[in-house]
């Protein structure tokens, strides 16, 4: 029962996970989520201070 209990689980939240990222992330919050598909070293140090804390989605000005 634990198994299925976790199985069922992580399908769960991969599921909302990627409904999340898919459609509310490249949605209407883009513009806080844009610096995490930007591979130039440029706002590097920005997505790593964002990362580190508790306000990830919050981006530093
Ligand atoms: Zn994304």
């Known amino acids: ?3 299925i209990t976790v199985l069922i689980t992580f399908v769960a ?3 909302a996970t990627w409904l999340i990222h898919k459609y509310i992330m490249h949605g209407f919050l883009w513009i ?3 610096d995490h598909h930007d591979h130039s070293n440029e706002g590097f140090l ?3 201070i964002t990362s580190l804390s508790s306000l990830h989605y919050l981006p530093l000005r």
Do not use: A, I, Q
């Open 46 to 48: 920005k997505r790593t």
């Open 32 to 34: 806080l989520h844009r």
């Open 1 to 3: 029962m634990n198994f």
């Open 13 to 15: 939240m991969e599921g």
